[in-house]
């Protein structure tokens, strides 16, 4: 195992104990944890700042305004009791299956066309809602929510990271990805889902934190509830507006080009999430409630998101100067379990430097020259080895995936929290997925 890697193996128990048991605010643990880690890897005293801020900046320009406005937006539907309406109407139409399921399946469809970091800002206030004040079952929604979302964004185009993971190792068949992806896709979905369905289903070991779902109906308000049309359109237009983006290149010709330029500028995230919080801001106007509180209070909630995610980011750009495959023997796999070496390769970098996009970009490169020594330099094949990208760039989200951050910050839990539920669903969701994956690659095998 080269050093590089012990050494970032190093920085992330000190980032799970910084966190967990010193109980330092996440923000300087990450802190610490990039200055050093530069130190350690040997980059030059007076290039480490340059790195940091490079890393930071660029973290803070992806999402920044993506966690701002979804705030504007959270705050806008919990003050105009919109949330409340969404999370009744839900359970009244969806009562016959489990909530988890639901909200899991909600996210699988949404990360299809749209970056799940984006969707889970968008559709967080609904968990809490449905969790009537429970703090297991409003756990168990995140995750299902979390999960979702993450499946379908690793493994289904157009996000980013398949698109990559397509192009570099040559695939031209994108529909049979989109297929097999999807496919994938849904049972990883599944085992997220069944796993914060267990979530869902604890009981606290005080019956006091737990309210009934009656005394809870009985206490909310009964007037100025806006109707559910109302109420979700903050939430479905953008979802809307950047699905209808992602689906451009399907109808873009010289007649129609106008029309694209427009979809693609209003489905762009940071367009589409601010027309979200207009129309929000509409339901406030409505409602005679100062749009002012609802900035401010949405300022408050997305600062300190935005610092730890952007630190998380200044991390990310530190370790991405590593060598990480460096002593891994990758000849020690035989064909039959080939798939082990793509997926061993993305979890290691996944697990090292935080993004999913990163690793599935980085490890479909690394795989080109070793397809036609597997037999996997056919399209399927090559299908088959993008999936095992997909499962092990799942393989886990922690301390130093900004996806984490949001997650564990959203969603109202702390860092021991997130660790035990996010963290532990996505080891589940990438390990169960691809022993699944590698089962249904050898009966393929053997019909071949």
Not at 32 to 41: D, H, K, N, V, Y
Not at 241 to 256: E, G, Q, R, S
Request: glycine share 10%.
């Amino acid at each position: 195992m080269g050093i590089d890697l012990i050494l970032i193996a190093l920085v992330i128990i000190w980032i799970i104990f910084g966190t967990s048991y010193l109980r330092w605010h996440p923000f300087f643990v990450l802190l610490i944890s990039a200055l050093g880690l530069a130190f350690l890897l040997g980059t030059p005293l007076q290039e480490i700042p340059g790195v940091i801020n490079l890393g930071f900046g660029k973290m803070f320009q992806n999402i920044g305004l993506l966690i701002l406005f979804g705030s504007f937006i959270g705050s806008a539907l919990e003050a105009s009791h919109a949330t409340k309406t969404i999370a009744r109407s839900i359970l009244k139409k969806l009562r016959f299956l489990p909530l988890p399921f639901v909200m899991s399946g909600l996210g699988y469809l949404v990360s299809i066309p749209v970056f799940c970091d984006a969707a889970f800002v968008i559709l967080t206030p609904l968990t809490k809602k449905l969790a009537l004040g429970n703090p297991f079952k409003r756990n168990g929604l995140t995750i299902a929510l979390s999960t979702g979302l993450f499946s379908a964004h690793v493994l289904v185009p157009p996000t980013p990271g398949p698109l990559a993971a397509a192009s570099n190792p040559g695939l031209t068949n994108l529909y049979l990805l989109i297929l097999g992806g999807g496919s994938f896709a849904l049972i990883l979905m599944l085992i997220g889902a069944g796993y914060a369905f267990y979530l869902f289903r604890k009981k606290p070991h005080n019956s006091e934190e737990h309210i009934p779902e009656v005394q809870v109906e009985e206490a909310e308000e009964e007037h100025s509830h806006p109707a559910f049309m109302p109420a979700i359109i903050p939430l479905a237009l953008p979802i809307v507006l950047m699905a209808l983006a992602a689906c451009t290149p399907f109808f873009k010709t010289d007649a129609t080009v106008l029309l694209t330029g427009l979809i693609e500028f209003c489905g762009d995230p940071v367009i589409a999430l601010l027309i979200g919080v207009l129309t929000a801001f509409y339901l406030f106007l409505r409602q005679k409630i100062a749009i002012q509180e609802i900035i401010e209070s949405g300022i408050r909630q997305a600062a300190p998101i935005l610092l730890i995610t952007a630190m998380g980011g200044a991390l990310g750009t530190v370790i991405q100067q590593a060598n990480l495959t460096q002593g891994i023997d990758l000849s020690a796999f035989n064909t039959g379990i080939g798939l082990a070496i793509p997926f061993l390769l993305a979890a290691i970098l996944k697990s090292a430097q935080g993004s999913s996009t990163v690793a599935m970009i980085t490890v479909s490169s690394i795989m080109l020259p070793l397809l036609a020594a597997m037999g996997l330099d056919s399209e399927i094949g090559k299908v088959w080895v993008i999936l095992a990208i997909g499962a092990g760039s799942v393989t886990v989200s922690h301390a130093n995936d900004s996806y984490f951050w949001i997650v564990s910050q959203l969603g109202d839990m702390t860092v021991k929290q997130a660790y035990r539920t996010h963290t532990f669903a996505t080891f589940l969701q990438g390990v169960l997925g691809f022993l699944i994956l590698l089962a249904a690659y050898n009966l393929w095998l053997l019909g071949n």
